[in-house]
Antibody
Framework: EDQLVESGGGLVKPGGSLRLSCAASGFAFSVYTMNWFRQAPGRGLEWVSSISSSSESIYYTDSVKGRFTVSRDNAKNSLFLHMNSLRAEDTAVYYC????????????????WGQGTLVTVSS | DIQLTQSPSFLSASVGDRVTITCRASQGIRNSLAWYHQKPGKAPYLLIYDASTLKSDVPSRFSGSGSGTEFTLTIRSLQAEDFATYYCQQVNTYPWTFGQGTKVEIK
């Protein structure tokens, strides 16, 4: 069974940095596009970033471009999100999620999700 | 960015009811739409993709339809476990965007 476990969230001051990790198991991690989504407290869902199976294609939402960097280590079945210059508006639960269909790179359809990790940006 | 508007934003229904949620896109997105539901404190769960294709483990009481700019999610006979917030998501054009959500509550 697919399992995705995020870690690395916490309280950080504005302007600070965090690195989120997502450990994957139960599926062939290296053939799937992976995604990060977030959800601010009491708000809806927002897509943050996607990275294709080989890391060849990477996409970000505009509000995080230049501040966040997504990466993956297929040998370790791990996904990462490096977040710099954090702002109050980045406060959210961050979810990693696997594309549903391995044969459709960058589909954006998230078939498996982790439980999320909370990032709080506050002084 | 493509805006998705769901209606209604809130829906009160009883077990056994037929429920329909609409998602309208600000521009045509072909059939590049997915539906999720989310329960409090839990991650979203994929129900439908390509506007009308049911994820393999989703009950058949769920169905989706539409293309272009107007889409619907229908729950044929609402069950207790279906009370949740429902989101549509367009995956036609980056950035992927979501509707604001429709909360389905018990009447």
């Amino acid at each position: 069974e697919d399992q995705l476990v995020e870690s690395g969230g916490g309280l950080v001051k504005p302007g600070g940095s965090l690195r989120l990790s997502c450990a994957a198991s139960g599926f062939a991690f290296s053939v799937y596009t992976m995604n990060w989504f977030r959800q601010a407290p009491g708000r809806g869902l927002e897509w943050v970033s996607s990275i294709s199976s080989s890391s060849e294609s990477i996409y970000y939402t505009d509000s995080v471009k230049g501040r966040f960097t997504v990466s993956r280590d297929n040998a370790k079945n791990s996904l990462f999100l490096h977040m710099n210059s954090l702002r109050a508006e980045d406060t959210a639960v961050y979810y990693c999620a696997r594309d549903y269909l391995y044969y459709r790179e960058n589909s954006g359809v998230a078939g498996s999700w982790g439980q999320g990790t909370l990032v709080t940006v506050s002084s | 960015d493509i805006q998705l508007t769901q209606s209604p934003s809130f829906l009160s229904a009883s077990v056994g009811d037929r429920v329909t949620i609409t998602c309208r896109a600000s521009q045509g997105i072909r059939n590049s739409l997915a539906w999720y539901h989310q329960k409090p404190g839990k991650a979203p769960y994929l129900l439908i993709y390509d506007a009308s294709t049911l994820k393999s483990d989703v009950p058949s009481r769920f169905s989706g339809s539409g293309s272009g700019t107007e889409f619907t999610l229908t729950i044929r006979s609402l069950q207790a476990e279906d009370f949740a917030t429902y989101y549509c998501q367009q995956v036609n054009t980056y950035p992927w965007t979501f509707g604001q959500g429709t909360k389905v509550e018990i009447k």
